[in-house]
């Protein structure tokens, strides 16, 4: 949040969008991960996956991905960058049924921190009430 209020600037009721997300939206979506004595475990993730940052070699077929910003994450947040885009994801952390509400705080955070005059702020108050 700090990065994004040092890219984007300050804007209207930050500090109740932070508050209402640390207090209750990160406990009740990314709580679960760690219940019943499951671990989440950090993975070292790729940390820009997306179209302009894969190709494929016309002569072999092969895929190529380049462009990284490696760092230690869930693994839920390699995907989070593809929201809407994915079909099927491998290695949907338990509880399974909460990877959506996950994803979208992966995503809007993402994009917080990575680009300037993204839809962040909109989306902040938008999911208040997930």
Known sequence: MQLNRERNGVWKNLEQVVDRRITHVVPQVL??????????KPT????????????TDLETGETYVFDT?????HNEMEVAMWRGRLNKVDGISEPAEQFDDRNRIYHTLHESACHDGSSFQEECYENMNI
């Open 69 to 73: 910003s490696v760092y230690y994450a």
């Open 44 to 55: 070292l993730i790729h940390g820009d996956l997306w179209d302009g940052n894969i190709g």
């Open 31 to 40: 709580g679960p991960l760690e219940a019943e004595g499951r671990v989440v």
